[in-house]
């Protein structure tokens, strides 16, 4: 395995096959032999996402009722590898390294060192990480945050802790004085947690895995599906098989929305008939969604107007419209009115595709809409997602079989952690619960989200640091401007499994809590414990480990954060922490008892077949929103990036996720259906774009973002290649082009930084 990311000897290819087939299951053997862990990998891959086994750490895709013998694809089981690996960082390893020589390693070699196996502090004389006891690293900490502001001290929470952790987390945070909870959300789907509770009234997607059985249509926006939620496509394939029509809006031509061979279908592989998912495929501009939406609103609803004056069959539905909506007159005059020229130019996509989409989306009974991140990490994001559902409620799909929206969250328990309190925001908690169950009053002041807090690092207003998991520092936007702020801050701590950039360059003082994994047996005194998480279609599922903990030495993340609770709060007879940590059905009880409508009878639920359904009241046409309606919105512009300069030469560059990554946890530097091979410091291009800069390919270039502030942001070193992309738009890859973002470039009512439209100019490196 290559692990020095030389772009000079890149090799790029184009991938002509489907996506599955025989690479996924090369590729899931290569990265068993990778970790070491060949027998013992393919046992737990025997229970990955079973109902008496583990929810899958990657993905947040729904795990069926009825599962496959394989119910895992191959970006999961590179995630449970790489989670099982039997490397170690051991307190041996940090004795050999300074903290100075482990910041010239890359991301992938930090994470290679393999799994934590004890506590661990700075020690500033030695730069190095020493040994600490669990003890002692509590007591340092607790006694540092008891002095501490709670303004100015962050709980970071990254998607993959459990409900159980997360409420426990969330409580303590509030306990302590503070709503500054920011979380990997914040960069991810807050989009849709703004957006969807003024159209529709919930803050999650309507879609069940048995709609699939019942659609006629899927509407695809901007997600990598072949790469990200690999075990979908066996819901599309299905969906597929039955003659469906699917329609994918996309820069790329991304593979697992093109074909798929089915790698668990022994037929499949032996005649490697492959299943062709999209049968439309727009390739739109980035930033091209809303634009492309309304011209595909236009002619539904001017055929629609001419159907009714010639007294034919309508093509929406005017009874929904008429009985369940708000504000479809002034939407409707908006779509007579918009023009031709500027939806074409907006979304780059002819009036032809969009009026053949419009046609196909016209005659289906019940349309399904999926979309990630090529939708909310937008600076119009909420606009866009507004517009989405503006589609869906002109034909009535919200509500009913085999219809819906789909937001396709990221990390395994993003939805959930929302679910049970991580936010930021107060009027999301339930305060009169919490006070009457732990009699304490919620704290009333609004939080900082993941951009806010980047601020006060800025401004040095933020004492201490804590994050439950991820890899903060490497996801966030402004790399250059936030690493030198986030090495003042007086404290950091970090409960993680493997190294990673955010401990090496760390706080003042600074603490590494290594925790177990979810797919590790967490023994505990009250016997082995269970967790559960939600998935993107709102259900919930218990999992518990199967393999032995990577080390002895190794706490739970709730046994962490019980400890952490018990030195900074003010104890409190209404929680104990310690029965907690000794049986986690007493904290789902709680949890069942702060949230009663989605929890009751939660350690009776959690292990159903297929998980059990938080009631989701658009799904029963109910609309929770203030006019109790759902709500066109009609969007004032159709332009994604209004800040983008005008200026000549100017493209938009998006950053995504490639084939070998989770996030900031880089596998290997092969992004297989993208053809791309031994690099990630590559921008794919238009070949127009490339002969007007007179770049030829292989050639390198600095990629520098062009930005009112006067602060330099730049990424040199980059190879460029020509690629299958719409004109003006360009393609690389998260994390590396983070430093590009400005941190106040994100979506507006969200603040996702907006990481798929950076305005940027090449400048290309003298030979
Ligand atoms: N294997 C693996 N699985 C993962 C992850 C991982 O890193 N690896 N990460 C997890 C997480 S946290 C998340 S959030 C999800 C992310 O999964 P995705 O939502 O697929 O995120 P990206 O990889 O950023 O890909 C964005 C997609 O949007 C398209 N796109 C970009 N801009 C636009 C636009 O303006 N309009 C349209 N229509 N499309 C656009 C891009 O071409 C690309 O296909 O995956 C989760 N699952
Ligand atoms: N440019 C650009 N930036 C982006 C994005 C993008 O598309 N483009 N995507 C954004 C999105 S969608 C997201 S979600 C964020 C991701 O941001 P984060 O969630 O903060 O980052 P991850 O890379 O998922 O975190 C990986 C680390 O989590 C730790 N870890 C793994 N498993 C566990 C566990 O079980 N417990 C604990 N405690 N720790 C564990 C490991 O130490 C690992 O190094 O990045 C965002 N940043
Ligand atoms: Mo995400």
Redesign the pocket.
């Known amino acids: 395995m290559k692990t020095r990311d030389i772009p000079e000897q890149a090799t790029f290819t184009a991938y002509t096959n489907a996506a599955g087939g025989w690479g996924s299951v090369r590729a899931l053997g290569s990265i068993l032999m990778q970790e070491h862990v060949v027998a013992s990998g393919t046992r737990a891959l025997m229970k990955q996402n079973k109902p008496e086994g583990f929810a899958c750490?990657s993905c947040s895709w729904a795990k069926p009722a009825d599962p496959h013998a394989f119910e895992f694809c191959e970006n999961g089981a590179k995630a449970t590898a790489w989670?099982i690996t039997d490397k170690r960082a051991t307190p041996e390893f940090f004795a050999q390294h300074t903290v100075t020589e482990l910041e010239s390693w890359s991301d992938f070699e930090?994470?290679s060192a393999g799994r934590?196996t004890a506590p661990m502090r700075y020690d500033d004389e030695s730069d190095k990480y020493l040994p600490v006891s669990w003890e002692q690293a509590f007591n340092d900490i607790g006694s540092e945050l008891r002095a501490a502001d709670p303004d100015k001290v962050v709980f970071?929470t990254?998607?993959?802790?459990s409900l159980e952790t997360s409420y426990m987390y969330g409580l303590m945070a509030r306990m302590y004085g503070t709503n500054n909870l920011p979380?990997?959300?914040n960069?991810?789907?807050e989009s849709t947690s703004v957006a969807l509770p003024k159209t529709i009234g919930v803050a999650v997607g309507t879609v069940g895995l048995d709609d699939f059985a019942a659609t006629d249509c899927l509407l695809f926006f901007g997600h990598n599906t072949g790469t990200n939620a690999p075990r979908m496509l066996h819901s599309l394939e299905e969906v597929r098989k039955r003659g469906v029509p699917v329609i994918t809006f996309n820069p790329l031509r991304e593979r697992g929305l093109v074909s798929f061979v089915n790698p668990q279908s022994p037929l499949e592989m032996l005649t490697p008939a492959r299943t062709a998912i999209s049968t439309q495929y727009v390739q739109i501009k980035i930033g091209g969604d809303t634009a492309a939406v309304m011209g595909m609103a236009k002619w539904l609803i001017e055929n629609d107007d001419a159907a009714l004056a010639a007294r034919q069959p309508r093509l929406l539905d005017a009874g929904f419209i008429a009985d369940h909506t708000a504000g479809f007159e002034e939407f409707a005059d908006a779509a007579r009115q918009a023009d031709w020229d500027e939806i074409e130019r907006q979304s780059g996509v002819s009036r032809a595709q969009l009026e053949q989409a419009a046609q196909t989306y016209a005659n289906a009974r019940a349309c399904m809409l999926m979309y990630g991140?090529g939708v909310?990490?937008h600076r119009e994001a909420v606009r866009t997602i507004h517009m989405l559902t503006n589609l869906l409620l002109l034909r009535g799909n919200i509500g009913k079989p085999g219809a819906g929206i789909c937001p396709i969250r990221?990390?395994s328990n993003?939805q959930g952690q929302r679910t049970v309190g991580i936010t930021e925001k107060p009027e999301l908690v339930p305060k009169g619960k919490l006070q009457q169950q732990y009699g304490f009053t919620v704290p009333e002041k609004k939080g900082l989200n993941t951009v806010e807090a980047c601020e006060e690092i800025i401004n040095k207003n933020i004492s201490a640091f804590f994050?439950?998991?991820?890899?903060?520092v490497?996801?966030?936007?402004d790399h250059d401007r936030m690493e030198p702020a986030w090495r003042k801050i007086p404290l950091t701590v970090?409960?993680?499994?493997?190294?990673?950039r955010?401990?090496v360059i760390h706080g003042k003082r600074s603490y590494l809590l290594p925790?177990?994994?979810?797919i590790e047996i967490d023994q505990q005194s009250g016997g082995t414990q269970a967790v559960s998480v939600e998935d993107s279609t709102g259900r919930m599922h218990g999992s518990h480990g199967v393999v032995k903990p990577a080390s002895a030495q190794l706490l739970s993340?709730v046994a962490i954060v019980a400890e952490v609770a018990k030195r900074i709060l003010i104890p409190n007879p209404k929680v104990n922490w310690n029965a907690w940590t000794a049986d986690y059905a007493r904290v789902r009880n709680a949890i069942a008892e702060t949230y009663p409508d989605i929890f009751h009878d939660f350690n009776e639920r959690m292990w159903t077949p297929g998980g059990f359904a938080r009631p989701l009241a658009a799904r029963e046409r109910k609309w929770n929103t203030p006019n109790g309606k759902a709500n066109f919105i009609t969007p004032d512009s159709f332009d994604e990036d209004p800040d983008m300069p005008d200026e000549p030469g100017t493209l938009r560059l998006?950053?995504?996720?490639g084939d070998s990554q989770?996030?900031?946890?880089v596998y290997g530097l092969d992004d297989r259906f993208r053809g791309v091979h031994g690099t990630r410091r590559v921008l794919l291009m238009n070949a127009a774009d490339m002969e007007r800069l007179a770049l030829q390919d292989g050639a390198f270039v600095t990629a520098q973002t062009v930005c009112h502030d006067d602060i330099a942001r730049r990424v040199a070193n980059l190879r460029v290649q020509t690629y299958d992309i719409p004109a003006g738009c360009i393609m690389g890859y998260?994390?590396e082009?983070?430093p590009l973002?400005p941190l106040s470039h994100h979506a507006k009512g969200s603040k996702?930084?907006a990481?798929?439209s950076?305005p940027v100019r090449l400048i290309p490196h003298r030979l």
């Open positions: 750490v989670e930090l994470e934590l970071y990254s998607g993959r802790a979380d990997s959300s960069m991810c789907h991140m909310t990490q990221g990390h993003v994050m439950l998991g991820g890899n903060f490497r996801a966030i936007p970090q409960v993680m499994t493997r190294l990673n955010s401990s925790c177990l994994g979810r993340e998006m950053t995504t996720r989770f996030n900031t946890t998260f994390p082009l983070n973002i996702v930084p990481a798929k950076i």
